[in-house]
């Protein structure tokens, strides 16, 4: 599942803890110029932030904490972890995308290790 996306928006579906499936807005960070802004000079984000290929994310001069989730090629999720700001994250060495959101909202979708989603772009 490899796919190859182009910045913009969409939609992201989190099969997850066996409930119902969550759905969010999703802005897609496909291009070296989208990734390397990602998330800077804002103050909180609309959903998520999709950012492809990435396999490592850093936090220097963002204005808040957040969830970040690195998933596989087949978008499973391999790990979360919450980043607060002016850190830099290891690379994941299978992660092929990286998403991001505020700190704390991953959980609320049952975003885990394992956890699979799919990603529809507009």
Partial sequence: MGR?????RGE???HGDGAAPVT????????YR?????LLGRDTVDGAILLSPANSVHTFRMRFPIDVAYLDR???VLAVRTMPPNRLGLPRLRSRHVLETDAGVMAGWGLR???RV???AE
Avoid: M, Y
């Fill in 4 to 8: 190859r996306w182009r910045d913009g």
């Fill in 74 to 76: 087949d978008l499973t």
């Fill in 113 to 115: 290790a394992g956890v």
């Fill in 12 to 14: 992201l579906t989190v």
């Fill in 24 to 31: 969010v807005p999703l802005e897609l960070a496909t291009s």
């Fill in 34 to 38: 989208a990734r390397t802004r990602g």
């Fill in 118 to 120: 799919v990603v529809e």
